[in-house]
């Protein structure tokens, strides 16, 4: 297989770092990610940036139905002259914004839910996954790839210190599992962190019950906005003080505990306890 360095001059194109381009190089390592996922023919997926098709590929060969999202004009016509011919039935690409499709009406379209996979980049990653756990109705299962850093936040537990927003809703609203390490060398342009590989699972009932979502992320929200605040003085800057004390009171929270040392059940006992 020719290498994303060559294609892309062969094709006049180029990898832009203000998108976060960065293509996977060896072909093998595409077919063990999606051999490790463990999806199979029939499967409905849409694809975040794929690029030069590097996952894409696979993907098909695998007999899954997948629906390209790609930003670059000059990646999408040649994602539809590369692979459109060799799986017409296949491969769909839409040349969007990823931020800008209707997963809701994708999905009717579609006649099902699907998956969404994708190597997201860095700029754009807690935008989809926020945009995702909204979507959870019609995407029960995402396979991404982000940036180590990132990664270790949405799997962090209580205590840790890179524990915070995101590690509380994606613990809540999703399973976490880590199926691969990518170091650098793997793509090109080659980036200068690591990449991990997630699955992540989304709940349709989430346990335990939570009375109101949005109130759920406006109160978790609020209590890392602040990070070296108490509860009391990060939620009283955001919600009426008096509520935030009743709330803290009710739920059996010590009001000088940090946000950080909160697990995710206590956030939802703090919720279920708000006064509306």
Partial sequence: MTSPRKLLIEQGLAAHKTRGQNFLVDPGLARKIVARAGVGAGEFILEIGPGLGGLTRPLLEAGCLVTAVELDRGLAKFLEDRLGPLFPRGLKVIQEDILKVDLSAL?????????????????ISTPVLLKLLDSRAVVPRAVLMFQKELADRLAAGPGTKVYGRLSVLVGYLAEVERLMELGPEVFHPRPKVSSTLLSLSFKKNPEPPVKSETLFRRIVAAGFSRRRKTLKNALGSVFPPEQAQAALTSAGLNPNRRAETLSIEEFVSLTNTWPV
């Fill in 107 to 123: 999905a009717a379209d579609m006649g099902r839910p699907f998956q969404v996979w994708g190597n997201l980049p860095y700029q």
